[in-house]
């Protein structure tokens, strides 16, 4: 069975940083892509980035420069760390298996850790 443990989210004030984790299991970790994505209260979920077996990885345009995404295939682990965090990042992060254009369809991620931004 597989399975996508997020962790890592909570409160933090603007100009803050997080680093997410997301455990998998039930699968050949480091043979797949992964991606970060995120739903915000009442949107749709918003792709943030991917990252393939060897680490090469895209980062979306709106959080480029203060979001990275990373992965420790020995740990199954994929991370998302997040600087400057603003109030507009407040949302549940999930990770999803597939990469930016195929996690969408494969319809595989976990049920997320949310982020709140706000003094």
């Known amino acids: 069975e597989v399975q996508l443990v997020e962790s890592g989210g909570g409160l933090v004030q603007p100009g803050g940083s997080l680093r997410l984790s997301c455990a998998a299991s039930?699968?050949?970790?480091?043979?797949?892509?992964m991606s970060w994505v995120r739903q915000a209260p009442g949107a749709g979920l918003e792709w943030l980035g991917s990252?393939?077996?060897?680490?090469?990885?895209i980062v979306a345009q709106s959080v480029r420069g203060r979001f990275t995404i990373s992965r420790d295939n020995t740990k199954n682990t994929l991370y998302l760390s997040m600087d400057n965090l603003k109030p507009e990042d407040t949302a549940v992060y999930h990770c999803?298996?597939?990469?930016?254009?195929?996690?969408?369809?494969?319809?595989?991620w976990g049920q997320g850790t949310q982020v709140t931004v706000s003094s």
């Open positions: 039930g699968f050949t970790f480091s043979d797949d892509a």
């Open positions: 990252i393939v077996s060897n680490g090469a990885n």
């Open positions: 999803a298996r597939g990469g930016s254009t195929t996690w969408r369809s494969r319809r595989s």
